[in-house]
């Protein structure tokens, strides 16, 4: 079992920059591979990004690729993810995700086993 918690999200003005947080309980943290996906009014859950059990490997949706960067700190149980030149359309409920296993799909939101609860971030123009 996992909890997971997301932090950080708030108003920013569009090319702002926010940090969002998501602490885990348990001592297998470093065991998950991570995901953050967001949701927008009206819309479907999306993918934005994963990073491996390690911190070493992470990837993109190509909406926020240059601009958003995954990592973790295992020691502190914590995978944040950094949002720069943030846009109008990056306007969502932002959610991280567990997983135990490695998937190829790992953007597909049915590969992870745990998920918080969602942190709003809106980007005004």
């Known amino acids: 079992q996992v909890l997971l918690e997301e932090s950080g999200g708030g108003l920013v003005q569009a090319g702002g920059s926010l940090r969002l947080s998501c602490a885990a309980s348990?001592?297998?943290?470093?065991?998950?591979?991570m995901g953050w996906f967001r949701q927008a009014p009206g819309k479907e859950r999306e993918f934005v990004a994963h990073i491996n059990r390690s911190g070493s490997t992470t990837s993109y949706a190509d909406s926020v690729k240059g601009r958003f960067t995954a990592s973790r700190d295992n020691a502190k149980n914590t995978v944040y993810l950094q949002m720069n030149g943030l846009k109008p359309e990056d306007t969502a409920v932002y959610y991280c995700?567990?997983?135990?296993?490695?998937?190829?799909?790992?953007?597909?939101?049915?590969?992870?086993?745990?998920w918080g609860q969602g942190t709003q971030v809106t980007v005004s123009s």
């Open positions: 995700a567990a997983g135990y296993y490695y998937s190829s799909d790992y953007d597909s939101s049915t590969r992870y086993d745990y």
């Open positions: 348990g001592r297998t943290f470093s065991r998950y591979y």
